[in-house]
Every structure is written in C-alpha cells, then in structure tokens.
C-alpha cells in the first residue's frame, strides 16, 4: 500500500523558513513527477510546483525564487524548501505522485497518489 507523509510544517513568521519532508512507503517513484500542492482555508488546492523525474523542477509564480523542490530517489523522499515565507503561504500543503509514469502535469487531477498534509502558518 503507498503511503506518502508529510512533515516539517509548523508556525513560523513572515520572512522566515521552513522545509518540507515527503517520505513515500510501499514502492518506488523514480520514474514519477513530485509534486506539491496547498490549499488554504475557503480555497481551493494551489499548485506549488513540480520535480520531474530528472529532477527538473516547475514552480508557480507565486512561490518562484522562494521555494525550492528537491527529491531523494534513494530515499523515496521529496523535500520543500520555503524561504521568504509570507503571511499569504499560510495553507495545508500535500505532497502527490504523478497519475503516469513520465507525466509532468500541475493539476491536482495530474496526480493519484497524496499525503495527509501538513499546515504551515506564517505569522505577520
């Protein structure tokens, strides 16, 4: 059974950091895009950006030059790292497995595997 969990998400101020962990059990994804999404309260789920299964990663505009994605095949794991974190990052980020092998969507309906999610709260 693939089970993909957050971690790393807590409270921290505007201008600060944080980095999150996506540890994934049950098989390998190797040949899958990472991605990761938020959604805040009253919203709907956010494309945050993707890593391709080279290890090119996509980003929205609204995290560009902020955050940075990075994977760990040997471990199984993707990371997040968010720095420059506004009041306005504040949401339930998910990380998910791509639906295709070699697929490199950015819409949720891209993906067929999620996490439980972690919140991040930046404080103003």
């Known amino acids: 059974q693939v089970q993909l969990v957050e971690s790393g998400g807590g409270l921290v101020q505007a201008g600060g950091s944080l980095r999150l962990s996506c540890a994934i059990s049950?098989?390998?994804?190797?040949?899958?895009?990472m991605g990761w999404f938020r959604q805040a309260p009253g919203k709907e789920r956010e494309f945050v950006g993707v890593?391709?299964?080279?290890?090119?990663?996509f980003y929205s505009d609204s995290v560009k030059g902020r955050f940075t994605i990075s994977r760990d095949n040997a471990k199984n794991t993707v990371y997040l790292q968010m720095n420059s974190l506004k009041p306005e990052d504040t949401a339930i980020y998910y990380c998910?497995?791509?639906?295709?092998?070699?697929?490199?969507?950015?819409?949720?309906?891209?993906?067929?595997?999620w996490g439980q999610g972690t919140q991040v709260t930046v404080s103003s």
């Open positions: 998910a497995v791509s639906r295709i092998q070699y697929g490199l969507g950015k819409a949720p309906s891209d993906f067929g595997f």
């Open positions: 049950g098989r390998t994804f190797s040949s899958y895009a």
């Open positions: 890593i391709s299964w080279l290890g090119i990663p």
